[in-house]
Structure formats: structure tokens, C-alpha cells
């Protein structure tokens, strides 16, 4: 498809502005729902959920521009929009119950460095973490916290009689079928909005039924500001390395995301683009956990909507990261965020949760159809649901390695790793292996060369035009 702006283009300011508001809308609900969820989860007074929206939006405009504009070494220069990611939902959730805000922040803001280390490394890093691992850690992520969504619906103790009465259903109910027909029956921003309007609609829903209390509303402040290392940073060793664990997975994820996007944008993209795109990932969770905000990655819906409208300008992306830093610095529309009902939250949580895991068996699917393989995923995925669904599993185990394992995705990607280590693989599968690995080195080399040719050309070009002169 022909684009429309290409990468370096920038279109006049009103027409920038509704491109970048395009944007805004499909990230903007998973830059919420992470810091929603997550406060909601382990029981974080309304106002203090509010403070970690308005982090949660500071920082992915920040981040977002970063990557966009580039600074010297960080930012790929491609039009990425970054914002908190729901892969560090599960691992967020469980290290907020144990040791509140300030364990997730100092985990978060230690696993930061892995991604920061491995912009370096990454072709070692990779070979840990293969489509068939990433798969079920991916899987594990999504499924492991589903369990919070049917809570949601509940919206009250599992013994009493309020829990998930008729109102609470239908207003589930309401809210997922919105989501659902909105992503099988629109197209475009519209359809990447589906979680913004499933939560919006659900929302009216239970404003006509009286389920909503706006008093968070009335009471936030209309202007607010940043509040760096507001809970403080704890560093629990367990917490850290279920957290460095996602941000591996992340890695994978983000360069996915950066080679889909720059094949949108007609770009050639080489190891040195992937180097700095990363280092941006990493310090832009480091910037995040020091403003009390979740762990930030790319959004790949926005990938999409580059291709489907052919607009490639960085430039567009860079105003959507404006935008969203103007929306972190007015508390009152993070309020509204947190005024939603539960019931709602959980009827669009089961999509959200579900397309992770979704995500997970794609790329499970995508991994050779082997008898070794399909141990590896077994046990890596019963290992990781046997601790989640059955804790006391663990409760003979010394204290520190039941703490280590508690967390499903931890389990299941350790054991994970290890059993696709040591177990032995077929000839075919090595060969397929190595194929791909001397596939993926020839192709980075004919990308260096074309930039390389791209930078002599445009040395040429200026000599040329000096000499015209």
C-alpha cells in the first residue's frame, strides 16, 4: 500500500492533530486499565489509583516521544507508541499483594535494566527465550490472572450472596459484548478502541442504573503533577525476577513490534535501530518506576493502524505522546478511570486477559509440531497453573524458594526454559534451528549494507549539491 506520510513527513498541524488523537484513542485504554487494574487489584484507595493513571500517562507520552524524535542513542525514530503493557499485569498484581506499590515499582525498575543490558546482547538473549518458550510464558501471563476478572464480576467476597448478582452479570455482560462486536463489526481506530468503548458503554450502562459513584470525581484536582518515588522503592529478590522474566518476554515482543512497524513504514530496519529502540523500552520503564508509573512497552494495535491508514509520519506519533503527557497532568479525567464499576472492568477483562493468552497459543502454534516440543509446553504450562491455582503446593518448601516460586509465570517459565535446554532435539529440528539463526544473520547483513549504501548516497548528494553551489 502506498503510503500516505511517510516516516520523516509531517502533515499540516490540524490534520497531525486528528491523526495523533487517532492514536490516542487506541492506546488509552491499555495505558488506563494497567494502573486501574492493578490499584484495583490490591486494594489501593480510589484517589491513590488516580495518581498512578495520570504516572501512567506522563511517562508513555514521555516515552513515546522519545522513541519517536530519538536521543542520540535511544529511540528507534519509527512512529511507536509506548505505554503500560499488559504483560506485566499477573506479576504486578502478585508483587502489589505481597509488598504493595513501592515492591512493584523497585522490581520494575531493577527488571529495567535487563532490557537496557540485553539492547546489547541480544542475539544470546534470544536464544533463551525461543517461539516455543515465549509461547507458554506468554500464555501463562494471560491465563494466570484470569482469576481477577471473574472477581471483578463478583465484586464482592465468593461467600457472600452479593457476589455476581444479576446487575453485576448483566453489566458484564454488557461490556464484553460491546467489546466483542466492536472489534468483529469496525474497522480501523475504531475497532483498536474496542476496550475504550466496551468501557464506556458499559459505564453509561451503569450510570442509568444508578451503579456509579462520582464523588472521586468531584473530589480530584484539575491540575496535577508529577510525584517521583511517591511509596518509595523496596527490592525483594523473588519480585525481581519474576519481573525481569516479563521484561525478557517484552523484548521479544517489542522486537516484533519494531520490525512489523518498520515493514509498515517502508523502512529498513537493522540491528543498530533495534539497539536503540530497546535501550528506549528499558530507560523508559526506569523513567516510569522513578514516577511511580507501570512498566511500559510497545503497543502493537498502533502497528495496525499505521498499515491500515498509511500514515507513517513519527512526527503524528510524537504529537499522540503530547497528548497523552497533557492528559497526566489533569487528575479529574484519571478520575473518571476509576469511578468504573467492577462489574465492568471484569466483563472487558476477560477479553483483555484472553487476547494475552491468545497471543500466547499463536505463538505456540507457530512452534515445530514435535513430541519434545509439546513436553516442553505441557509441563511448562501445568507447572506454572498447579502453583497459581494450588499455592499450598509449595507450603513444605523453605521460605525463600516458596516465595521465588509462588508466582505461576515465574514457575512455569523457569521450568520452562530448562526442560527446552536440556532436553534433546531431532536432527530436523536442529537443522530447522540453525537455518533460522544463518537466515536471521544474512539479513541483518544485507540491512547493514543497505544502510550503509543509504548513508553513502546521501554523502554523495551533499557533496554533489556543494560543488553545484
Known amino acids: 500500500m502506498k503510503l500516505l506520510y511517510t516516516l520523516n513527513q509531517r502533515p499540516p498541524h490540524g490534520i497531525t492533530l486528528l491523526l495523533a488523537l487517532q492514536h490516542m484513542l487506541a492506546s488509552i485504554g491499555g495505558i488506563v486499565a494497567v494502573p486501574l487494574i492493578v490499584g484495583a ?10 495518581s498512578l493513571i495520570n504516572a501512567a500517562l506522563l511517562a508513555s507520552g514521555i516515552v513515546t516521544m522519545a522513541q ?63 517461539t516455543v518458550v515465549s509461547g507458554v510464558v506468554v500464555t501463562l501471563i494471560g491465563l ?24 453485576k452479570l448483566f453489566l458484564a455482560i454488557v461490556s464484553l459484548g460491546i467489546v466483542v462486536a466492536v472489534s468483529v463489526y469496525c474497522k480501523g481506530a475504531v475497532a483498536a478502541s474496542a476496550i475504550v468503548i466496551g468501557l464506556a458503554g458499559g459505564y453509561i450502562v451503569a450510570l442509568s442504573l444508578g451503579m456509579v459513584n462520582l464523588d472521586d470525581i468531584t473530589s480530584a484536582a484539575w491540575v496535577g503533577g508529577p510525584e517521583p518515588l511517591k511509596y518509595g522503592l523496596t527490592f525483594e529478590a523473588s519480585a525481581i525476577v519474576s519481573m525481569s522474566l516479563v521484561y525478557i518476554v517484552v523484548i521479544a515482543e517489542a522486537t516484533g513490534d519494531f ?28 523513567l ?23 500514515v507513517a509520519s513519527r512526527y503524528v506519533v510524537a504529537a499522540t505522546g503530547g497528548l497523552l503527557i497533557l492528559g497526566g497532568l489533569f487528575p479529574k479525567l484519571a478520575a473518571i478511570a476509576v469511578t468504573i464499576p467492577k462489574p465492568v472492568l471484569g466483563g472487558v477483562g476477560f477479553v483483555m486477559f484472553g487476547m494475552i493468552a491468545y497471543a500466547g497459543i499463536r505463538m505456540l502454534i507457530m512452534a515445530a509440531d514435535t513430541k519434545r516440543n509439546a513436553l516442553v509446553i505441557c509441563v511448562g504450562l501445568a507447572s506454572g497453573l498447579a502453583v497459581t491455582f494450588e499455592p499450598r503446593l509449595l507450603q513444605h518448601l523453605p ?10 509465570i515465574t514457575t512455569g517459565t523457569i521450568v520452562t526454559v530448562i526442560l527446552h535446554q536440556l532436553l534433546p532435539k531431532s536432527s530436523n529440528q536442529e537443522v530447522r534451528e540453525a537455518l533460522t539463526e544463518s537466515k536471521d544473520q544474512f539479513e541483518e547483513k544485507i540491512i547493514r549494507k543497505s544502510d550503509n549504501e543509504e548513508q553513502t548516497e546521501a554523502v554523495q548528494s551533499k557533496l554533489e549539491a556543494k560543488t553545484s553551489d
Open 41 to 50: 487489584s490490591i486494594g489501593l484507595p480510589n484517589q491513590e489509583i488516580v
Open 68 to 130: 519517536c524524535i530519538g536521543l542520540g542513542p535511544i529511540g528507534i525514530r519509527l512512529p511507536v507508541v509506548m505505554g503500560s503493557s499488559f504483560a506485566f499485569l499477573g506479576v504486578a498484581i502478585a508483587i502489589g499483594r505481597e509488598g504493595g506499590v513501592a515492591s512493584i515499582m523497585g522490581s520494575a525498575l531493577v527488571g529495567s535494566f535487563v532490557v537496557i543490558l540485553a539492547s546489547f546482547y541480544m542475539d544470546k538473549v534470544k536464544k533463551l527465550f525461543p
Open 144 to 167: 494466570t490472572i484470569l482469576p481477577v476478572a471473574m472477581n471483578w464480576v463478583g465484586d464482592a467476597p465468593a461467600s457472600s450472596e452479593n457476589f455476581a448478582t444479576l446487575p
Open 259 to 286: 520490525m512489523a512497524l518498520a515493514n509498515n513504514c517502508d523502512k529498513k530496519i537493522s540491528g543498530k535501530d533495534l539497539q536503540r529502540g530497546l535501550l528506549g523500552d528499558g530507560l523508559g520503564s526506569t
Open 288 to 310: 516510569s518506576s522513578i514516577l511511580t508509573a507501570m512498566p511500559l512497552a510497545s503497543f502493537s494495535q498502533n502497528v495496525g493502524i499505521v498499515g491500515i491508514t498509511g
Open 399 to 408: 521460605h525463600d524458594i516458596a516465595n521465588f516460586l509462588h508466582s505461576g
